[in-house]
């Protein structure tokens, strides 16, 4: 094992930590790897051998985060059927478990067309790297949709009025100068 796999062990619950707690950290991990699916697409549709070069390194990079991502829900997902079972997380789970791995075939495949000196078999690999991102951006969907809302803090709108002009002064600071209207 590597040691750049072992060191996303920590995602899978180990004694008082909670599944949530491990679906949220998995969920951050998929997000990271949406964003390098999403700038490899980017940079593979530019017009010079760098930025082609860019989307290409990108994507052997998430090939082993896609690779870890799945290992560790697979992980999840043995300490739940090992563990008492909620049913709803299981099915959850598992449905997640199947994203990943699809995850990780395209962008196994992505990588190996990307390599490839035809320009058919790269103009392949950029089409998987669409669809990588594709199903990336769907497994950090269902990850977050997994994570139970009741847990995260609730926002307190009543304090928020439309028309407070501390509210309009801090919006309007944290605006560039470029695109404030003249008063």
């Known amino acids: 094992m590597s040691?750049?796999?072992?060191?996303?062990?920590?995602?899978?619950?180990?004694?008082?930590?909670?599944?949530?707690?491990?679906l949220r950290r998995l969920g951050a991990r998929?997000?990271?790897?949406?964003?390098?699916?999403?700038?490899?697409?980017?940079?593979?549709?530019?017009?010079?051998?760098?930025?082609?070069?860019?989307?290409?390194w990108l994507?052997?990079?998430?090939?082993g985060l896609a690779d870890e991502l799945a290992s560790d829900i697979d992980g999840l997902a043995r300490t739940l059927r090992d563990g008492p079972s909620d049913a709803t997380m299981q099915r959850a789970i598992a449905a997640v478990r199947v994203?990943?791995?699809?995850?990780?075939?395209?962008?196994?495949a992505a990588d190996r067309f990307l390599?490839?000196?035809?320009?058919?078999?790269r103009e392949t690999g950029s089409w998987l790297i669409a669809c990588a991102h594709g199903l990336a951006v769907k497994l950090a969907g269902e990850l977050d949709n997994s994570v139970m809302p009741s847990r995260r803090p609730p926002v307190d709108k009543a304090r928020?009025?439309?028309?407070d002009p501390q509210l309009v002064r801090s919006m309007a600071a944290a605006m560039p100068a470029a695109t404030r209207s003249p008063a």
């Open 99 to 108: 994203r990943a791995h699809q995850l990780h075939a395209a962008a196994r």
């Open 59 to 63: 994507m052997s990079c998430s090939v």
């Open 160 to 163: 928020m009025e439309a028309h």
């Open 30 to 56: 998929a997000h990271q790897l949406r964003a390098a699916t999403r700038a490899a697409d980017h940079f593979c549709g530019q017009d010079n051998d760098e930025d082609r070069a860019t989307a290409s």
């Open 115 to 121: 390599e490839q000196e035809s320009q058919e078999d």
């Open 3 to 22: 040691n750049a796999r072992s060191a996303h062990r920590d995602t899978v619950p180990a004694g008082g930590e909670d599944s949530t707690q491990a």
